[in-house]
Structures are given as structure tokens and as C-alpha cells.
């Protein structure tokens, strides 16, 4: 429904951007053929334009999975495109004297700016960096001092993220050494279809080494659904898209915990809660953060892990220690990361397309000191993909 009511501003902005690219273009081509390479643009812009619906309609083949990328890397670079337009467009208000040939110069000056923000985008989305944190737990955990927890999420595994990036994710973890990886959510893109090399990918996060294992929850995306633009059209039951999904992660080595608690080598509890989306579209019930740790020993160190970052004060009280969350993608692209990062003082973002939102629920608010010698210190380490801006 939202995608139906935003449909008309997209249409309405894409004119915009049109337009003024358009008048740009006429006033640097007047020398050569312009009734061509008019007529080329306009039929370039548009089939780009809708490159987002050309995809969703299209049967699965080498087209639409061609069209999926264009759309892809289309969403990032009209934004890009409409934000130094339109400021383009404001500075030029304060301009009394305007000639073709300011026009000329603030048209090479945006294409140049567009081209250096998608290629370093591009670049800049497929390097992986390490954030650590330090948190305190005031609890003990019988036979360590400490708990080196890895944690990724948002990988959406699908048209633009695939085994290479799978591979890096993989190569940092293990560099890091840690005890326990937790993975949540977003681990795909909605379509199962699109993952390139599955059995490759599978084979590759089967390499995935640390002392307690690999775990993951489902984020919002992990459904099989039709999707156009950012905007999903649902189903009502889990398909055979979350049947592959699941399989994948099985044969992997990676166990699934879904609105589940386990204790593991009777030290500490890891909890994955049921994505909240993905549950209320196949008409599933999540359980309540009380529900979910009613059976945890609470003198022992609890963590959890959910794909949106929410409810802190719930699982406060319910006794979890850590909640340990994906989701947000520091607001996208630039500017979305500014109102991301005052989220909440519950709440670390970073900048990252894997991203990892951590909460550390020790008193409500978040420790980073170093542990007592009844406490334990869990080191977090996040690896980040960065967005494609």
C-alpha cells in the first residue's frame, strides 16, 4: 500500500530530475544532431526510470536479473542526482544573471559529481571494516572471564551482495577469533532465486570457525516475497523460498534460532527472536520478551538477538543482558544516518550496509567498562559493509 501511495511523488520527482537534466543536455549538444541524441535520452532515462517496475514484472531470466541490478544501483544514484539538482536549483535562485553557459557548468559539475559519488559507492559498499565494543555484564560465567562475540547481519544475500562478499565476511571472522557469531537477520534479499552459487555460498559460511558455533535469527526480509524498490508485496505462509532459505543456513552449520533459548556449555543463554514482520505476514505469533527467557537461570549471562532493534525495556526486564540487532543500515544513505545515529542512547550505530545496532541492557543503559572479577566482559566484534550511496 505505501509503495502505491509513494508511486506518484516517485513519478513526480523523476520529471523533476528529467527536466532539469534535459535542459542541460540541450544546451550542450546544439552543435550535433540534438533531435537525436534527444530523442536517445529520453528513451534512456525512462526505461532506467522504471527499471524498478520493468524488473518486478519481468519472469525470472538474465533480463530481469539485469534489470534488478540497474535498479539497484538506479535508486542510489537518483537520489544522488535529485539532492545536487535541487540544490542546484536553490543556489540559482540567488543568481541574478543567469547564461547558457552556467548552465553548461553546473550540469558538468553534478554529472561528475554523480559518477564519483556511484563509483566510490560501489567500491566503497564492498569493503568491510571492524568496530569493537566492550561491554560489561555483571553477571558470571562459569569458566571465562570473558566472551568474544562476533556479530554481522544485513547481508542481503541476492542481486548485489553474493559469494565474494560472503567470502571477506567470513575471512574477518575467522581472523578475529571469536567464541561465539551471531548472525541477525536480513541474511537474504526476499527472493531465494537470486542468490548466485548457493551451494558455493553455503560452502563458504560452512567455514565459519568459533569456540560455540554460528546462530542466526530472521530479519524482515527473510521471506519469500516480490519486491519493488525497497517495498515488499507478501504472502500469506511460509513458501518454498523460506524452506531454501532455511536449508541453506542447516547445511551451512548455522543453527536457526526462531523465538528460541538455548544455554550453551551451561555458561550463558542465547536467545533469537522471531522477526516481527516476517511473523505477522505469515500470520505467525511472536513471543513476548518475558515469554521468550521465562525458563533462563538469570544469574547467568543472557543474550539475544533480534533483527530490529526494539522493545529494550521489555527484555530489560525480562532479565537479557545484551540484545544484539541489525536492521536500521545507519539510515541508508546520507543524510538518513544523522537521525539514525540519535536513535537512542540504547542504541550504537555505524556506518554499514551489514550493519549491527548493539544495546547493551545492564540497568537500562549501555556499560563499557572494564569487568570486575565477578563479571564477564563480552567483545563484540561488528564487521560492516558500507552502503551503496
Known amino acids: 500500500m505505501l509503495a502505491v501511495i509513494l508511486a506518484p511523488f516517485y513519478l513526480a520527482l523523476n520529471y523533476y530530475l528529467y527536466k532539469r537534466s534535459f535542459s542541460w543536455l540541450t544546451v550542450c549538444i546544439h552543435i550535433i544532431h540534438p ?3 534527444r530523442f536517445c535520452y529520453r528513451i534512456l532515462y525512462w526505461i532506467t526510470g522504471f527499471s524498478l517496475l520493468i524488473a518486478f514484472v519481468l519472469p525470472q531470466s538474465r533480463l530481469q536479473r539485469i534489470f534488478k541490478i540497474l535498479s539497484n544501483y538506479w535508486i542510489g544514484i537518483f537520489f544522488c542526482a535529485l539532492f545536487l539538482a535541487a540544490a542546484g536549483d536553490l543556489i540559482g535562485l540567488f543568481i541574478p544573471k543567469k547564461d547558457q553557459s552556467i548552465l553548461a557548468a553546473a550540469g558538468v559539475m553534478i ?17 568491510i571494516d571492524t568496530t569493537d565494543y566492550v561491554v560489561t555484564v555483571d553477571k558470571a560465567c562459569a569458566g571465562r572471564k570473558e566472551l568474544r562475540v562476533a556479530l554481522v547481519a544485513d547481508l542481503h544475500l541476492g542481486y548485489n551482495s553474493g559469494l ?9 571472522i575467522n581472523q578475529g577469533k571469536p567464541d561465539l557469531v551471531c548472525i541477525a537477520g536480513d541474511i537474504f534479499d526476499n527472493e531465494y532465486r537470486a542468490v548466485k552459487d548457493p551451494e558455493k555460498i553455503e560452502k563458504e559460511l560452512g567455514k565459519i570457525q568459533s569456540t560455540y558455533g554460528t546462530y542466526a535469527c530472521w530479519g524482515n526480509h527473510d521471506i519469500g516475497e516480490k519486491i519493488l524498490g525497497g517495498f515488499t508485496f507478501g504472502t500469506k505462509k511460509a513458501s518454498d523460498n523460506d524452506r531454501q532459505m532455511e536449508e541453506l543456513l542447516s547445511r551451512s552449520g548455522i543453527r536457526l534460532l526462531d523465538d528460541k533459548t538455548i544455554l550453551i556449555d551451561g555458561a550463558f543463554y542465547l536467545a533469537g527472536r522471531k522477526d516481527s514482520s516476517k511473523a505477522r505476514k505469515i500470520g505467525e505469533l511472536r513471543r513476548g520478551a518475558k515469554d521468550l527467557l521465562k525458563d533462563c537461570d538469570l544469574t547467568k549471562p543472557v543474550i539475544v538477538m533480534d533483527h530490529e532493534p526494539k522493545e529494550f525495556k521489555q527484555l530489560s526486564e525480562a532479565g537479557a543482558d545484551l540484545d544484539l540487532s541489525g536492521h536500521t543500515h545507519d539510515g541508508q544513505i546520507f543524510p538518513g544516518n544523522k537521525p539514525s545515529r540519535m536513535a537512542g542512547p540504547h542504541t550504537l550505530t555505524r556506518r554499514s550496509s551489514v550493519h549491527a545496532a548493539l544495546a547493551g541492557l545492564v540497568d537500562g543503559s549501555l556499560t563499557a567498562d572494564l569487568p570486575r ?17
Not at 554529472?111 to 569493503?127: C, E, P
Not at 572479577?373 to 550511496?389: F, H, I
Open 35 to 37: 533531435d537525436k541524441i
Open 111 to 127: 554529472l561528475a559529481a554523480v559518477l564519483v559519488f556511484t563509483v566510490y559507492g560501489s567500491i566503497h559498499a564492498r569493503h
Open 164 to 172: 565474494s562478499q560472503v567470502k571477506k565476511i567470513v575471512k574477518q
Open 373 to 389: 572479577e565477578d563479571s564477564m566482559c563480552l567483545q563484540n566484534n561488528l564487521w560492516e559493509v558500507p552502503p551503496l550511496v
